[in-house]
Nanobody, 125 residues
Framework: VQLQASGGGLVQAGGSLRLSCAAS????????MGWFRQAPGKEREFVAD????????YVADSVKGRFTISRDNAKRSVFLQMNSLKPEDTAVYYC???????????????????WGQGTQVTVSS
């Protein structure tokens, strides 16, 4: 299993970025996918999740209304569109595959069994 995240960068507050995660080594369309982030000195936190079919998504309250998760099963990719970025969104962002037997409604770090290398997002004020 390989997950390759990309699209991070430096952006001013109020700006937008679109993160991508390319998956390989498994049947992508069989698994839910998620995005997490980790700021310096803080624990990794859940950002967004999308069901295997793409028909249902869930996002953390801290990003609701600003971030949107989507996927393209034909391209084996998951995306995170981030709008109205704030300095507090600065973090390394990780894509992750949800473990097959994890509960749909469980968004803890332990429910995801494979992780990408992360991509840095820096929002300047």
């Amino acid at each position: 299993v390989q997950l390759q995240a990309s699209g991070g960068g430096l952006v001013q507050a109020g700006g937008s970025l679109r993160l991508s995660c390319a998956a390989s080594g498994y049947i992508f369309s069989n698994y839910d996918m998620g995005w997490f982030r980790q700021a310096p000195g803080k624990e990794r936190e859940f950002v967004a999740d999308i069901r295997w079919s793409g028909t249902s998504t869930y996002v953390a309250d801290s990003v609701k209304g600003r971030f949107t998760i989507s996927r393209d099963n034909a391209k084996r990719s998951v995306f995170l569109q981030m709008n109205s970025l704030k300095p507090e969104d600065t973090a390394v962002y990780y894509c992750a595959r949800k473990a097959y037997l994890s509960k749909t409604s469980d968004y803890g770090v332990g429910s995801y069994d494979n992780w990408g290398q992360g991509t840095q997002v820096t929002v300047s004020s």
